[in-house]
């Protein structure tokens, strides 16, 4: 495999792994929003823990992203100018 394959499968594995910490994030945020209790009301502070898990998955995942994207803004080093005197 050569090195741009393999550059390209990690990436594109990076991209898939943010999609789906992204993805856990918000079904988890949807459990917090909809967190019943015992008589099926809508409870505003039981589902306190999905709410943690809803960020520390959304902070994972920008962090993540950050990672990811910030590869596409390297620059080439075979093109340095080395600048003798």
Do not use: P
């Not at 990436?11 to 898939?16: E, L, R, T």
């Not at 992204?22 to 039981?46: E, H, K, M, R």
């Not at 920008?62 to 093109?79: A, M, N, P, T």
């Amino acid at each position: 495999m050569s090195f741009v394959q393999k550059n390209l499968t990690n990436i594109s594995g990076s991209i898939v792994a943010v999609i789906v910490m992204t993805a856990i994030s918000v079904w988890q945020f949807y459990l917090f929003v909809t967190f019943t209790d015992v008589n099926g009301a809508v409870d505003l502070q039981g589902g306190i823990r999905h709410l943690w898990w809803a960020l520390g998955m959304a902070l994972i995942a920008c962090v993540g992203g950050f990672f990811v994207f910030s590869v596409f803004l390297r620059h080439d080093s075979d093109d340095e100018l080395h600048i003798t005197s």
